[in-house]
């Protein structure tokens, strides 16, 4: 018996095709809304994005930045006043409504508060859009059946959504938007109505989908630890642009733009305590005149997170470094963190010292005169 798994990805893959390298492209997108009187709001300003096939690709922002414009700009829910939107290869917007209802297909979409019909089955959820397509009972049921299984739900496929948790919801969203056999799922929000443990075993679904079934994922969110957990890649949106985008570890660790860092401040704190900061002045006010002492901010990624940097570094000038807070954690398999040493010793052994950090490719700024904490506009690189 194949299982689930196995029969979605052999009935996805039946209809695949070729895949482009570009599942999503967007080339100089703007979206107005008509706002009050004459007026227009412009919610999306010039994007430019190129989402790959096969990606998991984040889009984060604060409320009000764009996301959802954008990610209905993408199945063209929302037409852009200018610009072109491609998906798979076809150019959306230069399609006909005929030819852009066939093109939509290829596009599922699953939503922040699940959009289940009350009066289905979680089944009759499922197989809906595959009725509304035409096909005959056998065939949905060959359809349905190894989605529900995919997504855990087999055994409730009787019960209606008032009968079923949130996370269950949420199943049967992703089933159903996998219903048409998308290329790609665009995702708005689909965590954001859960507690922490149902969104992590959400994602957890969505990431064996993008993994084991090849499909493309948009995930719209404005929580960091969602693009921590499974995106591959992340655009940050402020005021209708995308401001910054990059691989995730690369975003996480040197973010360039505010808004990033304050949204990695979620997971990564820049912030010391202040009885940390006391803790450093009264160090660096008894120490010998012949010594200097040093807050650093060290932000460490990938492959240099593991190597013993500072043990060496401490052993081999002689100095001394004080752990004094931070936070390791792993993105996309690679450790990355923040810590803050306190380092003292002879000025030119500290310098040396800093200088061998930097040497094995961690981020060094030095914190030590900067006022209320570890603010980095105030930070010396
Ligand atoms: N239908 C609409 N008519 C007019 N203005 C709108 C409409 N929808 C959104 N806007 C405006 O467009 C801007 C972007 O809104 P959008 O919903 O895309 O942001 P968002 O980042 O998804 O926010 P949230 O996380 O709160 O959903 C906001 O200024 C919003 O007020």
Request: hydrophobic share 45%; proline share 4%.
């Amino acid at each position: 018996m194949p299982s689930g798994l196995d029969a979605a990805r052999a009935s996805l893959a039946s209809g695949a095709g070729l895949v482009p390298v570009s599942a999503i492209r967007l080339e100089g997108v703007d979206l107005y809304y008509p706002g009050p009187g004459k007026t227009r709001v412009q919610a999306l300003r010039g994007i430019d994005l190129d989402i790959r096939a096969g990606e998991v690709f984040g889009i984060i922002g604060r409320s009000g930045a764009g996301k959802s414009s954008l990610v209905r700009t993408i199945n063209l829910l929302n037409r852009p006043s200018a610009g072109r939107v491609t998906v798979g290869g076809t150019e959306l917007t230069a399609l006909n409504a005929l030819g852009l209802r066939i093109a939509r297909h290829e596009i599922g979409m699953v939503f922040q508060h699940f959009n289940l019909l009350a009066s289905r089955t979680v089944y009759g959820n499922v197989a809906l859009p595959l009725e509304l397509a035409g096909l005959d009972k056998a065939s949905i049921r060959a359809r349905v059946e190894p989605l529900l299984d995919l997504v855990g739900l087999a055994a409730l496929s009787g019960r209606f959504p008032s009968q079923i948790s949130g996370g269950q919801k949420q199943r049967v969203g992703i089933a159903r938007a996998l219903a048409s056999q998308p290329k790609v799922l665009l995702s708005d929000e689909a965590t954001s109505a859960l507690d922490p443990e149902t969104t992590r075993s959400i994602l957890a679904l969505l990431a064996r989908i993008n993994r084991e079934l090849g499909l493309t994922i948009v995930l719209i969110t404005h929580q960091m630890q969602v693009i921590k957990q499974i995106a591959h890649r992340v655009a940050v949106m402020e005021g209708g642009q995308v401001v910054e985008q990059g691989p995730v570890v690369e975003v996480f660790t040197h973010p360039q733009q505010a808004i990033t860092r304050s949204l990695i401040e979620e997971i990564l704190p820049r912030t010391l305590p202040p009885s940390v900061r006391e803790q450093v002045a009264s160090a660096r006010a008894g120490l010998p005149r012949t010594h200097v002492g040093r807050l650093l901010r060290l932000t460490m990624s990938g492959v240099h997170a593991d190597r013993p940097v500072l043990s060496r570094l401490v052993r081999q000038y002689g100095v001394d470094m004080c752990l004094l807070h931070g936070q390791m954690d792993a993105i996309q398999g690679q450790t990355m963190g923040v810590l803050a040493v306190y380092v003292t010793g002879l000025a030119e052994s500290v310098d040396a010292a800093v200088q061998g950090i930097r040497d094995a490719g961690v981020r060094v700024q030095d914190v030590t005169d900067a006022t209320s904490d570890l603010d980095l506009t105030a930070a010396q690189e």
